[in-house]
């Protein structure tokens, strides 16, 4: 525009359009042909839990409650094969994914991204990390190491749901997520046919728990 033999020009700023939210759609766990995935007996790790039976069928979702200390997360940790038994059987069938209470990765510098992609190798139809809705695109490329608890266990869900799991164990998978993430993994029970084992004391997931309940301690 020409005002008094001078041109003019506005500039506007370009405001960038905010990151689309974080949403989390895909389900926990596989559906199987049925049958029985987990059959305890007798059950034994000394001094932390004692446990003298328990089933768990094909698309059941069973909810593990019970006070810290007594043994929710050792009963996780024996059915994921990380904990060995003193004593007892334990049989778990199908393919198994955990989210651990504390997520920890070996190498601290290694980008999210590439643990990631290291965890999904050799795996059909993987989903690409961006489209499950879990770790902002910004941290794909931190270290691990950088993260804090809350994207750890955000990237540890990744990787456990990445598995196609028949059976998935998550243990309080409410601590130190948001509540908008919170109920978005709720959502995913409703919709997921494969067994989920839940390892919880947060009393807003148990007052919304429509599956099988076992009570530990």
């Known amino acids: 525009m020409w005002c008094g033999g001078a041109s003019v020009f506005s500039v506007v700023n370009q405001v960038r359009k905010p990151p689309k939210p974080l949403v989390f759609r895909h389900q926990l766990a596989e559906e199987t042909d049925g049958g029985r995935l987990v059959q305890v007996r007798d059950l034994v790790v000394a001094g932390r839990l004692c446990l003298d039976r328990l089933d768990v069928e094909a698309g059941e979702q069973l909810l593990v409650t019970g ?68 770790v902002h695109p910004r941290d794909h490329h931190r270290p691990v190491g950088l993260l804090s608890v809350g994207q750890r266990r955000r990237l540890g869900l990744a990787v456990a749901v990445a598995q196609g799991p028949d059976l998935m164990l998550l243990d309080e998978p409410t601590n ?42």
């Open 67 to 134: 006070a810290n200390g007594s043994g929710k997360s050792t009963l996780l940790g024996v059915l994921a094969g990380r904990l060995t038994p003193t004593a007892g059987s334990v049989s778990v069938g199908g393919r198994v994914a955990e989210l651990a209470q504390d997520v920890t990765f070996p190498d601290r510098a290694r980008r999210a991204a590439d643990v990631y992609a290291d965890a999904v190798a050799g795996l059909e139809d993987a989903p690409a990390l961006r489209d499950l809705g879990l």
């Open 176 to 217: 130190h997520l948001s509540p908008a993430l919170a109920g978005e993994i709720e959502e995913a029970l409703g919709r997921s046919p494969g067994a989920v084992v839940v390892a919880s004391h947060d009393r807003w997931l148990r007052r919304r728990w429509e599956g099988s309940v076992r009570a530990l301690g």
